[in-house]
């Protein structure tokens, strides 16, 4: 997909309440996320002055690759993900951690054969894009 805006600058956009509806795995990984996510207003590619929410979007993880997953099912029971596991979940992105080459993200996991639940996903990545055609709203968190 073109993408009208993109930016490389990880702390321009929060994924914290986003929900990833789609992976696409390949030499790339990306999350898309029908119902986008929020853009700081200090982020290059916003020159409202205002945080702002965006209409679909996607984080791309460059050349990357699936590391591990966990779902925790209750507090002592943890459950091993695989990368297909993944695409069947529903994702709410709680936190994102960037290290230098890899990314964390903590989610809650909906509608899991267990109930809802917590997860943790890591992949190994050289670099993250974050990708938007439009501004729809103030982000949530916008005085």
Same mark, same amino acid.
């Given at each position: 997909?073109?993408?009208?805006? $993109?930016? !490389?600058?990880?702390?321009?956009?929060?994924?914290?309440?986003?929900?990833?509806?789609? @992976?696409?795995?390949?030499?790339?990984?990306?999350?898309?996320?029908?119902?986008?996510?929020?853009?700081?207003?200090?982020?290059?590619?916003?020159?409202?002055?205002?945080?702002?929410? $965006?209409?679909?979007?996607?984080?791309?993880?460059? !050349?990357?690759?699936?590391?591990?997953?966990?779902?925790?099912?209750?507090?002592?029971?943890?459950?091993?993900?695989?990368?297909?596991?993944?695409?069947?979940?529903?994702?709410?992105?709680?936190?994102?951690?960037?290290?230098?080459?890899?990314?964390?993200?903590?989610?809650?996991? @909906?509608?899991?054969?267990?109930?809802?639940?917590?997860?943790?996903?890591?992949?190994?990545?050289?670099?993250?894009?974050?990708?938007? !055609?439009?501004? $729809?709203?103030?982000?949530?968190?916008?005085?």
């Amino acid at each position: 997909m073109d993408w009208k805006y $993109t930016s !490389n600058v990880f702390d321009s956009v929060t994924l914290h309440d986003c929900t990833i509806t789609r @992976w696409i795995f390949g030499r790339d990984i990306i999350c898309e996320l029908d119902d986008g996510f929020d853009v700081f207003a200090d982020c290059p590619q916003n020159d409202t002055g205002r945080h702002k929410r $965006t209409g679909k979007a996607a984080m791309v993880l460059q !050349n990357a690759d699936f590391l591990q997953g966990t779902l925790f099912v209750s507090e002592k029971d943890e459950k091993p993900l695989c990368k297909d596991d993944i695409s069947a979940l529903e994702l709410e992105v709680l936190d994102i951690k960037r290290y230098p080459d890899s990314i964390f993200l903590a989610c809650d996991a @909906w509608r899991t054969e267990y109930g809802d639940c917590y997860c943790e996903l890591e992949f190994s990545c050289f670099g993250v894009t974050y990708c938007w !055609n439009e501004f $729809t709203d103030d982000a949530w968190f916008q005085e």
